[in-house]
């Protein structure tokens, strides 16, 4: 499994639709699932665009599993809670 976080902490770095793509296609070539930790995909700085895993393609879709949660962006570290998805396949 490749582990993915996006946006990174503690970079803060955006991986673009490209820089996405480029690591699903290493991970699909090699037969490896990738899980997307996005919890803090709303913590954006300046013109940062967050793209989701998932979204790029259908295939992509189904090679990965995106957490996310409150917790980041609405201070609720407290909460203990967070979901993951699992998005269908669909175009």
């Known amino acids: 499994m490749f582990l993915l976080c996006n946006p990174h902490n503690p970079t803060g770095n955006v991986f673009s639709a490209a820089d996405l793509s480029c690591i699903a296609d290493i991970c ?20 940062a665009c967050y793209t989701p895993l998932p979204s790029l393609s259908p295939s992509i879709s189904e090679q990965s599993i995106t957490l996310v949660g409150p917790t980041k962006t609405f201070n609720l570290s407290g909460l203990g809670g967070g979901f993951a998805m699992k998005y269908p396949a669909s175009g």
């Open 28 to 47: 699909s070539t090699n037969n490896v699932p990738i899980c997307s930790d996005d919890i803090h995909n709303e913590l954006l700085l300046g013109n």
